[in-house]
């Protein structure tokens, strides 16, 4: 059951028009606590009143909008869509058009059509999926490679922390192989996610890298997003992260 928390008299505050959440049989204490700040984030409110699928988008425009990833015509692959929101963001600025999709977006979880973007239901960390995205884009070139992709959390902090690493050295791998000369790569990383020798391989690649905390993303979240722009594209492929020996 959902509440608005109400003051002892006169105006309310902000604090007073909170929607607090009643403990519910069966829920446990850290989904009553998620729901909570579901109805109260301004983003979940926003991304409804545009028609968005998740507040993510926000993160992804307001990336855009201060280092400038999209521009008309370019061709973006969408590495952990769903539920669709950057995709939907990505398809907009560059006018992606189901005539001409410039989108392919993959995810293991089903999404429903977005117009403009070809989707994928699939692992992306399965050994077909490069190939399918290729196929996807034509055999054409990308000019962006974007990955919100992260592993559910075990609670045991060094097995996520592999975990994250390890989605993140697949997902460069990746933009590496498809990205056009001058292309750019955005993934979301967590606080000590991002290992030096991954960073290293990257600077070898691009010409640019750094981190960015758009304000959407929240505070208290570790989250932030790694970005590489200016692909090389002509650096040997033996100076990326060598996958670990058994």
């Given amino acids: 059951m959902v509440d608005k928390a109400l003051g002892t008299g006169g105006r309310k505050s902000d604090k007073d028009l909170k929607i607090r959440v009643r403990s519910a049989k069966g829920r446990k204490v850290s989904s009553t606590k998620w729901l909570e700040r579901q109805l109260n984030d301004p983003y979940v409110?926003?991304?409804?009143?545009?028609?968005?699928?998740?507040?993510?988008?926000?993160?992804?425009?307001?990336?855009?909008?201060?280092?400038?990833l999209f521009r008309k015509g370019m061709r973006v692959?969408?590495?952990?869509?769903?539920?669709?929101?950057?995709?939907q963001i990505a398809a907009t600025a560059t006018g992606s058009t189901d005539?001409?999709?410039?989108?392919?977006?993959?995810?293991?979880?089903?999404?429903?059509?977005?117009p403009g973007v070809i989707l994928l239901q699939k692992d992306f960390t399965?050994?077909?999926?490069?190939?399918?995205?290729i196929a996807a884009m034509g055999g054409k070139k990308a000019d962006l490679?974007?990955?919100?992709m992260a592993w559910p959390t075990t609670g045991h902090r060094p097995t996520d922390h592999?975990?994250?690493?390890?989605?993140?050295?697949v997902a460069a791998d990746f933009a590496i192989d498809v990205l056009a000369p001058g292309g750019t790569f955005v993934a979301k990383v967590?606080?000590?996610?991002?290992?030096?020798?991954?960073?290293?391989?990257?600077k070898r690649h691009f010409r640019t890298t750094f981190h960015a905390k758009p304000p959407s993303s929240r505070q208290d979240s570790a989250e932030a997003y790694l970005v590489a722009k200016g692909f090389k594209g002509d650096v040997p492929r033996e100076t990326?992260?060598?996958?670990?020996?058994?």
């Fill in 45 to 68: 409110a926003r991304a409804r009143a545009e028609g968005l699928r998740s507040r993510a988008a926000f993160k992804i425009r307001e990336i855009d909008q201060k280092h400038k």
């Fill in 99 to 114: 005539a001409n999709p410039l989108i392919v977006g993959i995810d293991y979880l089903e999404m429903d059509p977005i």
């Fill in 145 to 148: 490679v974007m990955s919100d």
């Fill in 162 to 169: 592999l975990r994250i690493v390890h989605l993140i050295e």
């Fill in 240 to 246: 990326r992260v060598e996958d670990d020996e058994e």
């Fill in 190 to 202: 967590f606080q000590g996610g991002t290992e030096h020798e991954l960073l290293h391989m990257l």
């Fill in 77 to 87: 692959v969408d590495l952990g869509a769903a539920p669709g929101g950057w995709s």
């Fill in 126 to 133: 399965d050994e077909d999926a490069p190939a399918q995205l």
